[in-house]
């Protein structure tokens, strides 16, 4: 069964950047609409970027001039760029995009496992 897997997270010191990524499990499958979502503990999940399938973006006010989601679909994957990182944006990271694989009808909307992202000193 196909999965949307991440990547890119790790320890970064603040005003640092990292990218996230994230890609269907298995060859053959386009990322649409999908947004990025963080959890931090002891916090609610809460949506910080996402992407409409025309290419309209939309950020939350904590990270706007900071984070960027974009799409490849040559390589059918999904990116976040943080940049200016703080130690509030310390969570785990979630990708979730609808997937379409060949010979579907529709789409599918898929999450990812999660990748840790930590800034500090």
């Known amino acids: 069964q196909v999965q949307l897997v991440e990547s890119g997270g790790g320890l970064v010191h603040p005003g640092g950047s990292l990218r996230l990524s994230c890609a269907a499990s298995e060859s053959g499958f386009s990322i649409s609409t999908m947004s990025w979502y963080r959890q931090a503990p002891g916090k609610r999940r809460e949506r910080v970027a996402g992407l409409s399938k025309g290419g309209i973006t939309n950020y939350a006010d904590s990270v706007k001039g900071r984070f960027t989601i974009s799409r490849d679909n040559a390589t059918n994957t999904g990116n976040l760029q943080m940049n200016s990182l703080k130690p509030e944006d310390t969570a785990v990271y979630y990708c979730?995009?609808?997937?379409?694989?060949?010979?579907?009808?529709?789409?599918?909307?898929?999450w990812g496992q999660g990748t840790q992202v930590t800034v500090a000193s």
């Open positions: 979730n995009a609808d997937l379409r694989g060949i010979g579907w009808s529709r789409e599918w909307k898929y």
